[in-house]
């Protein structure tokens, strides 16, 4: 295979060529600071002195996990729903690893999807029939993409007889 050779010219980029250079955004960036074209507007330090108070810390009247990393807890952190059920226990668990750690995320994973089925038990005990379907958004999927639901409902249908027929011929 044979490659094509590329004529580059070797002249210095003309006026016009600088011109145009000064349009592109973020352009004299990376020059020398006398260069660039944003330095008599720059002011280090800044021209206002902005008085800084810390802000006083949240504090926490329910269990709030953070990561093993972080010295303590942030200034601000959610309460609204505290880790609590096998969804919590595996939360627990998950934060006594490190979060460069596979584990810690796969078991945060878990927790949540554990976390659904708490919800929809805790739904069905307290009398609420929760509308899964509506809330995951298959009435819309089958009103914009028929089609595509059709074949994976014939998909889900030829995957639950072929099922069938395997258990019938093993057992």
Do not use: C, Y
Request: net charge positive; proline share 9%; aromatic share 4%.
């Amino acid at each position: 295979m044979a490659t094509a050779t590329i004529h580059i010219d070797a002249t210095p980029p003309g006026p016009r060529a600088r011109a145009d250079a000064a349009n592109i955004p973020g352009w004299g960036a990376d020059l020398r600071r006398e260069d660039r074209p944003a330095v008599p507007r720059e002011r280090t330090p800044p021209r206002i002195d902005v008085p800084w108070d810390k802000p006083a810390a949240q504090i926490p009247t329910v269990e709030v996990l953070h990561s093993i990393e972080r010295p303590g807890l942030t200034p601000v952190f959610g309460t609204t729903v505290p880790p609590s059920g096998a969804s919590g226990m595996l939360r627990r668990l998950a934060f006594r690893l490190s979060e460069s750690d596979v584990r810690h995320w796969l078991l945060l994973l878990l927790a949540d999807r554990i976390n659904v089925l708490e919800g929809l038990v805790h739904d069905l005990v307290h009398g609420r029939v929760p509308q899964v379907l509506h809330e995951m958004g298959l009435n819309a999927h089958w009103r914009e993409h028929r089609e595509r639901a059709l074949r994976a409902v014939a998909a889900l249908a030829g995957l639950v007889l072929a099922l069938i027929a395997l258990a019938r011929r093993l057992f």
